[in-house]
């Protein structure tokens, strides 16, 4: 069964350093999303994207997050200058029709 | 804003026992509701979904949820629990995005613990 996969599992990155998280959606999937959960918290979307654009974002997603989708199987996330703040499980999820999403296992992200 | 509420944090029950997990939503239009489930160091798993129709909705490993309008609830069940559904689960209501697809919301989880 086809499966989005992401990496890394962990990342460890010291505070304004930059981080980019990788995602490889589901092969046929046309919309493509990024939430976090921090630690004890919910878990929250950040962005959606579709047609190589993004189509919302979340008042999290300020200018140091960006999403690219750099070719035709992989779809990323970097944060330009991390902050303590932005220690969480990132999530990819992937949707074909943009109904029901598909989330990978997750990538912890530890800043120091 | 679209809202979800899952009024229980910890569930514990016996294996064989049955189970009903609470979920209600507050969204402006005709929802579309999820049910995830998570265990430990794992991704978010799709146990069912609500679009339209059908209000009794069943989905993977024996869960169904069933819709009521009338409550804003989409509550899981399964009537037999087995150890292995031991985890954290997620309801989540969907927001149509008029660039298409849809951002999911989610609430805060309900831990589930089966007892041997």
């Known amino acids: 069964e086809p499966e989005v996969t992401q990496t890394p599992s962990h990342q460890v990155t010291q505070m304004g350093q930059e981080v980019i998280l990788r995602c490889v959606p589901i092969s046929n999937h046309l919309y493509f999303y990024w939430y976090r959960q921090i630690l004890g918290q919910k878990v929250e979307f950040l962005v959606s994207f579709y047609n190589n654009e993004i189509s919302e974002k979340s008042e999290i997603f300020d200018d140091q997050f960006s999403v690219e989708r750099p070719d035709g199987s992989n779809f990323t996330l970097k944060i330009r200058s991390t902050k303590l703040e932005d220690s969480a499980m990132y999530f990819c999820?992937?949707?074909?029709?943009?109904?029901?999403?598909?989330f990978g296992p997750g990538t912890r992200l530890t800043v120091t | 804003a679209q809202s979800v509420t899952q009024p229980d944090i910890h569930i514990t029950v016996s294996e064989g026992a049955s189970l009903e997990l609470r979920c209600n939503y507050s969204?402006?239009?005709?929802?579309?509701l999820f049910w995830y489930v998570q265990s430990p160091g794992q991704g978010l798993q799709l146990l069912l979904k609500?679009?339209?129709?059908?209000?009794l909705v069943q989905g993977i490993k024996g869960f169904e949820a069933e819709f009521k309008r009338s409550q804003s609830s989409f509550n899981l069940r399964k009537p037999s629990v087995h150890w292995s559904d031991a985890a954290e689960y997620f309801c989540?209501?969907?927001?149509?995005?008029?660039?298409?697809?849809?951002?999911?919301?989610f609430g805060t989880g309900t831990q589930l613990k089966v007892e041997l």
């Open positions: 609500y679009f339209s129709g059908d209000t």
């Open positions: 969204y402006g239009a005709t929802p579309y």
């Open positions: 989540a209501v969907g927001d149509l995005l008029t660039g298409g697809g849809n951002k999911l919301t």
């Open positions: 999820a992937s949707s074909e029709r943009g109904r029901e999403q598909y």
